[in-house]
């Protein structure tokens, strides 16, 4: 889920920016210190949106640079348990596959792909389901569940579910509708 959080921090503003106007300075920091950053309490950090109130800097002994507390808002991405994503098939291995949600990677392992044996082409890289026949590969365009969520230290993983019913590749479910229709 996307949100816009207000956050509060003391940004270091260096020398080498004190020619920019304050703003630009100091959104600039921010971008350098928290756009990429994943953490547990606010999810991976997309932007700096906007910069509310900024203090008075200080300059602190030993360090030109100087020191602004801040206001800002920002831009995240935070997974949720149970929620609903949709994204594609980046990366197929044996053991499962890579699913691009946004702007992280979730994986769904072997075992959460489908209800039905599923096999690992090697060759074609690729799922197939031994009695529906069908198949999950790179570049398909898949509805997953999230069912597992570990952040921190800027590292994830997200685990993803594509077994429950109306999940999986788009495709098998337009097929389905075909299908019926006839």
Do not use: C
Not at 34 to 49: M, N, P, R
Not at 73 to 102: C, N, Q
């Amino acid at each position: 889920m996307y949100k816009i959080v207000t956050v509060e921090d003391k940004i270091r503003v260096p020398p080498s920016k004190f020619e920019m106007d304050l703003e630009e300075a100091v959104k600039s920091s921010l971008e350098e210190k928290w756009e990429g950053l994943i953490d547990k309490d606010l999810g991976v950090v997309l932007a700096v949106v906007s910069i509310g109130k900024i203090g008075e800097g200080k300059i602190l002994p030993g360090d030109g640079a100087l020191h602004y507390p801040v206001e800002f808002k920002l831009l995240v991405f935070y997974p949720e348990l149970h929620d609903l994503v949709k994204g594609y098939v980046i990366d197929v291995t044996e053991f499962g596959v890579f699913i691009r949600i946004g702007p992280v990677d979730g994986m769904v392992h072997v075992s959460q792909i489908m209800d039905d044996f599923v096999s690992y082409d090697e060759k074609n890289r690729m799922f197939v389901g031994r009695d529906t026949k069908r198949t999950m590969r790179e570049s398909d365009i898949v509805r997953a569940r999230i069912i597992s969520i570990s952040m921190g230290n800027n590292q994830y993983k997200i685990g993803l579910t594509t077994r429950q019913p109306g999940l999986g590749v788009i495709d098998w479910y337009k097929k389905e509708k075909k299908e019926e229709k006839k």
